[in-house]
């Protein structure tokens, strides 16, 4: 079983920092490309950023410059740094995997599109 666990959000003050991360479980094998969505109330899911394997990155115009996003293949962990926080900000971030290939015995299987549970980012003003 593959499961994908985020932590770090929590209440900050604008211009504040969080660092958020997403911890990947189970018998994996790799991980395609990562990213970090958010929904704040009455909204769409957006894309905040993402990370290819080999480290190519895209951001949302909103946070490029304040927030950087990165992994750890070897520990199968996602992160995003996020600084100078605005109360616009606040929503649930969720961690998504594109594809990860995991073992399940002997053999070797692909599934597709994993999402988190979200962990809550407020920003008060």
């Known amino acids: 079983q593959v499961q994908l666990v985020e932590s770090g959000g929590g209440l900050v003050q604008a211009g504040g920092s969080l660092r958020l991360s997403c911890a990947a479980s189970?018998?994996?094998?790799?991980?395609?490309?990562m990213g970090w969505y958010r929904q704040a109330p009455g909204k769409q899911r957006e894309l905040v950023a993402r990370?290819?394997?080999?480290?190519?990155?895209n951001y949302a115009d909103s946070v490029k410059g304040r927030f950087t996003i990165s992994r750890d293949n070897a520990k199968n962990t996602l992160y995003l740094q996020m600084r100078s926080l605005k109360p616009e900000d606040t929503a649930l971030y969720y961690c998504?995997?594109?594809?990860?290939?995991?073992?399940?015995?002997?053999?070797?299987?692909?599934?597709?599109?994993?999402w988190g549970q979200g962990t809550q980012v407020t920003v008060s003003s």
């Open positions: 998504n995997a594109d594809q990860i290939t995991f073992y399940s015995g002997e053999d070797v299987h692909r599934g597709y599109d994993y």
């Open positions: 990370i290819t394997t080999g480290g190519s990155t």
């Open positions: 189970g018998s994996i094998r790799s991980i395609n490309a």
